[in-house]
Nanobody
């Protein structure tokens, strides 16, 4: 079992940047793939970005491409989401997620993940 804790959310203005962090309770070795999702009020949870267990392969939703960057630091059991040029429509609760998955598979579906954090609120004002 892996516990995940997100941090780094907050209230920012449009155009600002934020870096979200996700701390894992145990070693985040190359056997785990990791992802970020978000959920706005009244909407379903949606995929943002993910990174594979090995080789650092990443995949992002169109809404995140060019603005958000996912990364991982297995030595620190951490995963990050650097968010630049934030827009009001990025406002949501952001969740990190993980699953056992070695190789270059980059899952993008909610049901593909086993472990979830409690979420961190990101609010972008116009």
């Amino acid at each position: 079992q892996v516990q995940l804790v997100e941090s780094g959310g907050g209230l920012v203005q449009a155009g600002d940047s934020l870096r979200l962090s996700c701390a894992a309770s145990k070693s985040t070795s190359s056997l785990y793939a990791w992802g970020w999702f978000r959920q706005a009020p009244g909407k379903e949870r949606e995929f943002v970005s993910a990174i594979s267990g090995s080789a650092g392969r990443t995949y992002s939703a169109d809404s995140a491409k060019g603005r958000f960057t996912i990364s991982r630091d297995d030595a620190k059991n951490m995963m990050y989401l650097q968010m630049n040029s934030l827009k009001p429509e990025d406002t949501a609760v952001y969740y990190c997620a993980g699953r056992h998955s070695g190789g270059t598979y980059v899952p993008s579906r909610v049901e593909s993940y086993t472990y979830w954090g409690q979420g961190t609120q990101v609010t972008v004002s116009s």
